[in-house]
């Protein structure tokens, strides 16, 4: 079971959608309103939505037919960095110029016990399904970062996933490690959707295929697929020290970490179209927009 929210007419509306592909309108305003009334009936946000659409018809438009916006306005987004051999082998690569038989602080960083988490992005710098990302007008190697993302309670309980792009600079990354701030955060840095898959809704999160495909000018010039047993860290491990000594806010957004990397050659450009797949949540589409615009 899914959860989005989608536009009709001037009203965002909150809705359920099944395995089949059927939309059920909700009665909730918002995704954390659901998450509550489950709570207050001390049963599951699943059990919730099965029974508010057990007697009921879905609406006759398909969901590809719906103006989606962002599943949930996360108050904050965090993400977690070479959490997969491939982004350490990223990382490795621009930080040395290529010299990937160097041992460098991403190789520390993938074997410490203390994970790598940074503050990514806050609702008014995320962008949803549909929307335009924007490139950083002081880099020239952008790309994506297709990964899982975690929807988090203000205690650290995992809610359900959704799919994030954790824009990057690799350029300014690269050139220094204390950069990182800027190589992550700027405006339209990170989307996230199309929609919430419910934690009790899947049954091995450890299981899930990822794809991110590129497009420009119509033609495909990036595809990678992954896995999230790839992953080097538990979700709750990453969880635990995002939670540790930090006030965390409902709705929280938790980012996983990528396992896919465009080829080195390979920079973003205004126009080009980016598709994020994951298993059982759906595929989430974002235009890219020049600098500046």
Known sequence: MRIIRYQQEAVLQLAAVTDQGDVYPLPQSDFLSLQKDADAQGITALELVRSAIADKQPIDEKLEALDLAVPIEAPEVWAAGVTYQRSREARNYEATGGKLDAVTFYDKVYDAERPEI???S??????GPGAEVQLRSDSQWQIPEPELGLVLGSQGKMLG???GNDMSCRDIEGENPLYLPQAKMWKRSCSLGPAIRLVDAVDNPYDLQ?????YRQGDKVVEGTANTGQLKRKLEELVSFLTRDNEL???TVLLTGTCIVPP??????AGDRIEIEITGIGTLVNSVAGAGC
């Open 264 to 269: 080195n050659e390979f920079s973003l450009a």
């Open 118 to 120: 940074f503050f990514k």
């Open 249 to 251: 806010f409902e709705g």
């Open 161 to 163: 996933y959704t799919i």
């Open 210 to 214: 990822i794809a991110c495909r590129i």
């Open 122 to 127: 806050t609702a008014a710098r995320t962008v």
